[in-house]
């Protein structure tokens, strides 16, 4: 039992050791601002003020409001360029140069591009910012339900099982706005 335990203890320190591995190699992104930005983040951001694919009257402050609508595009989008935000995860898909980004390929993404999530049906519906890789691929940093902002969700895992219907990701690259 206690050789058990010893090769469980020196597996999970491998496991710690790998993942501050994993830590530091993203701090070498040329877009590790925009992850770190991520990683500090403390919740969902619902200040629609700046979504400028918004209509004027749904510009608004939502912070304080008993009802609250999906925030993770603005939530990521402001951690680029908090005054010119996207309210709409397919508008910002349709034109990502509007926010001053372009598309990578899954290859070419590092730390610090945007992801967004999409589902067969209606395109791309949820979004979040890639903040550094583990042995279950990348993680992410984004808007879960009830506001909760999540710093290392696991795609792969997350889309093996199709949560919420999400089959895809694409990445964006932000080259400044």
């Known amino acids: 039992m206690k050789k058990f335990f010893k090769t469980v203890l020196v597996l999970i320190a491998l496991l710690v050791i790998v993942q501050i591995g994993f830590y530091f190699h993203a701090t070498t992104s040329p877009q590790w601002e925009y992850a770190k930005r991520a990683l500090a983040c403390k919740g969902a951001n619902y200040d629609f003020r700046n979504c400028v694919d918004l209509p004027m009257d749904s510009r608004k402050d939502f912070t304080n409001s008993s009802w609250k609508p999906f925030s993770c595009i603005n939530t990521a989008s402001s951690l680029y360029n908090n005054g010119h935000r996207a309210g709409n995860c397919n508008k910002f898909m349709a034109n990502p140069g509007r926010w001053g980004f372009h598309e990578v390929s899954a290859d070419e993404a590092v730390p610090g591009d945007m992801m967004l999530f999409l589902r067969k049906w209606d395109g791309a519906?949820?979004?979040?910012?890639?903040?550094?890789?583990?042995?279950?691929?990348?993680?992410?940093?984004?808007?879960?339900?009830?506001?909760?902002?999540?710093?290392?969700?696991?795609?792969?895992?997350?889309?093996a099982v199709h949560a919420v219907g999400f089959c895809d990701v694409k990445y964006y690259r932000y080259t400044g706005k």
């Open 125 to 159: 519906r949820h979004a979040g910012v890639y903040t550094m890789n583990s042995l279950l691929g990348p993680l992410c940093a984004n808007t879960v339900v009830g506001g909760i902002f999540v710093h290392f969700l696991p795609v792969k895992p997350f889309l």
